[in-house]
């Protein structure tokens, strides 16, 4: 979803009384939208709270957010995460560079045509309107928690051992 609209539908969630923590790799965007808090991770676009397959890593990332809760103290504060994509920032060069291979980035001959010279194609995954899992057991925790009344995405709260 994008950082703006999280971003405005977490004030409007603070104004209902519903505390709200947006979760980001766009820190300017996010500075500009100020939500009442807000943690920032300096990943990819997509990974916001960590790489795909690596469900120690995101648990760290989603506690560490969660503590800003405690942590941040006036509105519009922002948490700076620190973890690393990589142990340099090439990743950031590969992600901002635009693919002029692609058609679909460069602007056709049609006046009407809105799109710009060299923009940058999406390489993301499809999206789907069901829940997708990393991987089988992923998905028989996340189909036994909604059997039992639960959310398909919080199985992450409760660590292998029973803790939380």
Same mark, same amino acid.
């Given at each position: 979803?994008?950082?703006?609209?999280?971003?405005?539908?977490?004030?409007?969630?603070?104004?209902?009384?519903?505390?709200?923590?947006?979760?980001?790799?766009?820190?300017?965007?996010?500075?500009?939208?100020?939500?009442?808090?807000?943690?920032?991770?300096?990943?990819?676009?997509?990974?916001?709270?960590?790489?795909?397959?690596?469900?120690?890593?995101?648990?760290?990332?989603?506690?560490?957010?969660?503590?800003?809760?405690?942590?941040?103290?006036?509105?519009?504060?922002?948490?700076?995460?620190?973890?690393?994509?990589?142990?340099?920032?090439?990743?950031?060069?590969?992600?901002?560079?635009?693919? !002029?291979?692609?058609?679909?980035?460069?602007?056709?001959?049609?006046?009407?045509?809105?799109?710009?010279?060299?923009?940058?194609?999406?390489?993301?995954?499809?999206?789907?309107? !069901?829940?997708?899992?990393?991987?089988?057991?992923?998905?028989?925790?996340?189909?036994?928690?909604?059997?039992?009344?639960?959310?398909? !995405?919080?199985?992450?709260?409760?660590?292998?051992?029973?803790?939380?």
């Amino acid at each position: 979803m994008c950082h703006q609209s999280v971003g405005l539908i977490a004030r409007d969630l603070e104004q209902a009384g519903i505390p709200t923590l947006s979760m980001s790799s766009a820190l300017s965007i996010t500075r500009s939208v100020n939500p009442p808090r807000a943690a920032y991770l300096d990943y990819p676009l997509g990974h916001t709270t960590g790489k795909p397959d690596d469900p120690h890593l995101q648990k760290a990332i989603l506690r560490d957010a969660l503590k800003a809760f405690e942590e941040l103290q006036q509105p519009g504060e922002i948490k700076v995460l620190n973890f690393e994509w990589d142990q340099d920032d090439s990743w950031k060069d590969r992600v901002m560079r635009a693919d !002029t291979s692609n058609p679909a980035s460069n602007p056709s001959d049609n006046p009407g045509d809105n799109r710009v010279s060299g923009s940058h194609s999406d390489a993301r995954v499809e999206r789907f309107d !069901t829940p997708q899992y990393q991987n089988e057991r992923d998905q028989a925790l996340g189909e036994a928690n909604m059997a039992a009344g639960g959310c398909p !995405t919080c199985v992450w709260l409760g660590d292998d051992d029973g803790k939380r």
